[in-house]
T-cell receptor, first 111, second 113 residues
């Protein structure tokens, strides 16, 4: 994962809008990617994953896009709700049991 | 649903103490992991275990050891706690197959005074 320093990037969106959270991964050999949501005082919660042989995967209100050419991953949240406020981070799986995590983006949903 | 339980949510210990952090999972997962999470640094892997009595060092194993005597339980040990080990510690487990996510506990916030 990337060290983006002590200040977590913050995305502020209005309730009901769509959110897009981005992640740049570092190794072209990574073949499996995961998005996690971490609410204050809780552990990371699995949201959605995608394998490197796919470029898009949809879940309930969430979509993950993978661009292997530029090593970029994004998480789209449709109709963002106050309960979506949290830190979101991506993880890349390089070796079988080695996962590397980004430091995250804080999503702030304004009512 | 997968349940990963960490025995303590908050822990305060003194420098030089031996500290035990416990983690239990209820899904018969083969793999278990210990991470620490610090602001701006993301999750860093301390140790992982791919089976009972098996362990491998992660990226930052210095000052830590682990124990996995039973499949469901993975313990992290701080041999002689130091102030730079003050952190949030997260345990995770996953199935031993490709393309399987890790599932996390709610963490132990450890303060070393």
């Amino acid at each position: 994962g990337e060290n983006v320093g002590l200040h977590l990037p913050t995305l502020s969106v209005q309730e009901g809008d769509n959110s897009i959270i981005n992640c740049a991964y570092s190794n072209s050999a990574s073949d499996y990617f995961i998005w996690y949501k971490q609410e204050s005082g809780k552990g990371p919660q699995f949201i959605i994953d995608i394998r490197s042989n796919m470029d898009k995967r949809q879940g309930q209100r969430v979509t993950v896009l993978l661009n292997k050419t530029v090593k970029h991953l994004s998480l789209q949240i449709a109709a963002t709700q106050p309960g979506d406020s949290a830190v979101y981070f991506c993880a890349e799986n390089r070796d079988f049991n080695k996962f590397y995590f980004g430091s995250g983006t804080k999503l702030n949903v304004k009512p | 649903d997968v349940k990963v339980t960490q025995s303590s949510r908050y822990l305060v210990k003194r420098t030089g103490e031996k500290v035990f952090l416990e983690c239990v999972q209820d899904m018969d997962h083969e793999n278990m992991f210990w991470y620490r999470q610090d602001p701006g640094l993301g999750l860093r892997l301390i140790y992982f275990s791919y089976d009972v009595k098996m362990k491998e060092k992660g990226d930052i194993p210095e000052g830590y050891s682990v124990s996995r005597e039973k499949k469901e339980r993975f313990s992290l040990i701080l041999e002689s706690a130091s102030t730079n080990q003050t952190s949030m510690y997260l345990c995770a487990s996953r199935r031993q197959y490709s393309n399987q996510p890790q599932h996390f506990g709610d963490g132990t916030r450890l303060s070393i005074l």
